[in-house]
T-cell receptor, first 112, second 115 residues
Framework: QQQVKQSPQSLIVQKGGIPIINCAYE??????FPWYQQFPGKGPALLIA?????SEKKEGRFTISFNKSAKQFSLHIMDSQPGDSATYFC???????????FGAGTRLFVKA | DAGVIQSPRHEVTEMGQEVTLRCKPI?????LFWYRQTMMRGLELLIY????????DSGMPEDRFSAKMPNASFSTLKIQPSEPRDSAVYFC?????????????FGPGTRLTVT
């Protein structure tokens, strides 16, 4: 029940394409869903996050879509660029808890 | 702020040796997390502290692993004795008000190789 399932494991898109990464969770107590971006040789860094009271959040070219009833959320990257090539982790946590549960990660490669 | 500081950045050691990884969290943050990352197992939470107190160490793989946080500005993760399967990148992260879904700030990691 604590797991966050992420797919796909890897993704290759052409420059300008819209990669979509999907995540699903079981624990309805989760109320904060961040996405982290990790470049090779670096630690993960927060990219964008959403709370379940909204269905969509946009920050620049990055959009999170959230479906509370299905317990699913996804990351869309508009007009993807080679510089977006990285590993993306979805995650979930809850107010009053200390632990963030991370998905397994998606390795994205954007071809020039 | 300099961010989360980890040392060493790279460590190569022989099986059976003791390894100590160090972390300095961001000043003012009250939660600290140790993670291990491998290709096979992804990002695993090993242990986390809140206000210097270990809250959950259920992710620590076995008794060979231990972690301490003697004060708000320093933590160590020790492996004794080390084994080749411990080879991984170890990340330290800190956050403010960890109980409110706060953003975690990761350090650059320590790449450990045990031969």
């Amino acid at each position: 029940q604590q797991q966050v399932k992420q797919s796909p494991q890897s993704l290759i898109v052409q420059k300008g394409g819209i990669p979509i990464i999907n995540c699903a969770y079981e624990n309805t107590a989760f109320d904060y869903f961040p996405w982290y971006q990790q470049f090779p040789g670096k630690g993960p860094a927060l990219l964008i996050a959403i709370r379940p009271d909204v269905s969509e959040k946009k920050e620049g070219r990055f959009t999170i879509s959230f479906n509370k009833s299905a317990k699913q959320f996804s990351l869309h990257i508009m007009d993807s660029q080679p510089g977006d090539s990285a590993t993306y982790f979805c995650a979930a946590t809850y107010t009053g808890g200390f632990k963030t549960i991370f998905g397994a990660g998606t390795r994205l490669f954007v071809k020039a | 702020d300099a961010g989360v500081i980890q040392s060493p950045r790279h460590e190569v050691t022989e099986m059976g040796q003791e390894v100590t990884l160090r972390c300095k969290p961001i000043s003012g943050h009250n939660s600290l997390f140790w993670y291990r990352q491998t290709m096979m197992r992804g990002l695993e939470l090993l242990i986390y502290f809140n206000n210097n107190v270990p809250i959950d160490d259920s992710g620590m793989p076995e008794d060979r692993f231990s972690a301490k946080m003697p004060n708000a500005s320093f933590s160590t993760l020790k492996i004794q004795p080390s084994e080749p399967r411990d080879s991984a990148v170890y990340f330290c992260a800190s956050s403010l008000d960890g109980g409110m879904g706060g953003e975690q700030y990761f350090g650059p990691g320590t790449r450990l190789t045990v031969t």
